[in-house]
């Protein structure tokens, strides 16, 4: 166990009020510092603008990534939305250093999805079509850049082997890419793509029931509702459609920043 912390010492004394969330960030973020691995990682980031997040989800993904190692003997995890590979690179860092036998499968377009130059021609797109309109609002544009040179250029800044990684291209409701995970499971899923609440109920609709018994949904930008002011807490869109998660068999059982936790139950009645 590294600095003597554990996600069940954390998951124990989680409550989800505003001096817990705001405290149990900024504590995160701080002990980043205390990992040299994870705070070299998170400054390359940074310094190359290479992400999204928080420094603070670092951690976390420290303290999910030894509770799951020491429940599955070869975790499988699945990051939806990759961007520039800030989270996959994280987690193939952290099982090297700490001798964890991972499989990662990542689902992203590998491609951008530009914002108009022109203010005006953005305008008038959005005037008529709706789609546009959500994709300005919820931030889902990205430039056009050689994504896949980029993720494997930060696995290699970090020593990381890229050719390990299962890199689906295409978006999460694509049916060919649905299919090329059919009948999978994964100890933990990540879901930080499409951010609108239509793309984001498909992708809990699609992808939360191939979490394993006592495995882990992450859910990125998902705390428009949670009680606390000195963070961003993500979309509303993103937050009200997590909303439907417990009822699929799932426990909220922390929340980092705008990263919410759930643990799916070891039975639910979706089993039957
Ligand atoms: C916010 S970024 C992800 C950031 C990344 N997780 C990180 O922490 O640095 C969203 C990414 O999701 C991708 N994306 C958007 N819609 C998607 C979908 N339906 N399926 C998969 N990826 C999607 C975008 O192209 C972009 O790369």
Known sequence: MLNNDCLTQRVNAYQNTLECNESLYSEFTQLVAKVPFLENHRNHIEAN???????????????????????????KFLEIGVYKGQVISLWALIASQLNIDISITAISPLRGNPRPKSPLVALSIAL????FRKNLRF???????DYLSIISNLFESFDLDFTKIR???GYSNDELVIQQVK???????????DHTFEGVTQDINNYALKVEKGGFLVMDDASYYLPSKSFWKGHETVSRACKVIPSLGFTNVLNVGHNRIYQRLEYTEHDS
């Open 183 to 193: 009948d999978e499971k994964f100890s933990v899923i990540y879901i930080d793509g």
């Open 139 to 145: 931030g889902n544009f990205y430039d056009n850049e």
């Open 167 to 169: 890199m689906i291209k």
């Open 49 to 75: 603008d290479l992400g999204f997040g928080d420094r603070a989800f670092h951690y976390m993904w420290l303290l999910l990534l030894q509770y799951i190692a020491d429940k599955f003997p070869h975790p």
């Open 128 to 131: 008529f079509n709706t789609k």
